[in-house]
């Protein structure tokens, strides 16, 4: 699943919108990687979506779209570091062209690979899947997550091992059949 361009000549909003869908992780990692508060982050993608729905018909359909949402990011995240009086860390255009090149290189396997985990999150149980749920999407404490699901901190550390390395497992052999 790779972000490429609408195969016919006029470039439609819903060509963006499955380009953007294709690629909005690939960039919020980005993003990310630059601004480390998180906040911040969900407001430039939040802002790079906008502006490149607005110029969308400047999108060059020859190059990767990433490439092009990553350059939008890096004139956010100068700005933003330029706003909020902070120097950010300069690398030279030369880097930052191979970042932005290496983003759009591995943004098909990373999409596979979500592609995969999302497969092997539906074959877990119910209360694997309420346990990966608190953990990470409400990012609660493993306490905390004892305490919802009738257990104690030790026995979710050890269900969350567990489960982590089944879905690793899960995700390795969906890549593998996919090759």
């Not at 195969?7 to 060509?15: E, H, K, T, V, W």
């Not at 979506?49 to 990433?66: K, L």
């Not at 759009?104 to 990966?132: F, G």
Request: hydrophobic letters at 40%.
């Amino acid at each position: 699943m790779s972000a490429k361009p609408p195969q016919s000549d006029a470039i439609n909003p819903r060509g963006f919108a499955e380009l953007w869908l294709d690629a909005q992780h690939a960039l919020g990692g980005f993003v990310c990687v630059h601004v480390q508060d998180q906040a911040l982050a969900d407001d430039i993608v939040q802002e790079v979506a906008r502006q490149a729905t607005a110029n969308f018909d400047q999108y060059d359909q020859s190059r990767p779209f990433i490439a092009w949402l990553i350059g939008i990011a890096r004139q956010r995240i100068a700005e933003s570091y330029r706003e909020r009086g902070r120097r950010p860390v300069v690398f030279s255009s030369d880097i930052l062209d191979s970042i932005t090149d290496a983003y759009a290189d591995l943004q098909p396997e990373v999409d596979d690979r979500l592609d995969a985990l999302r497969d092997c999150m539906d074959q877990l149980n119910n209360r694997h899947r309420r346990v990966i749920e608190l953990r990470y999407a409400r990012q609660l404490s493993q306490d905390e997550i004892g305490e919802r699901v009738g257990s104690n901190g030790r026995a979710v550390n050890a269900m969350l091992f567990r489960i982590r390395t089944a879905l690793r497992e899960c995700v390795s052999k969906q890549m593998e059949d996919t090759r």
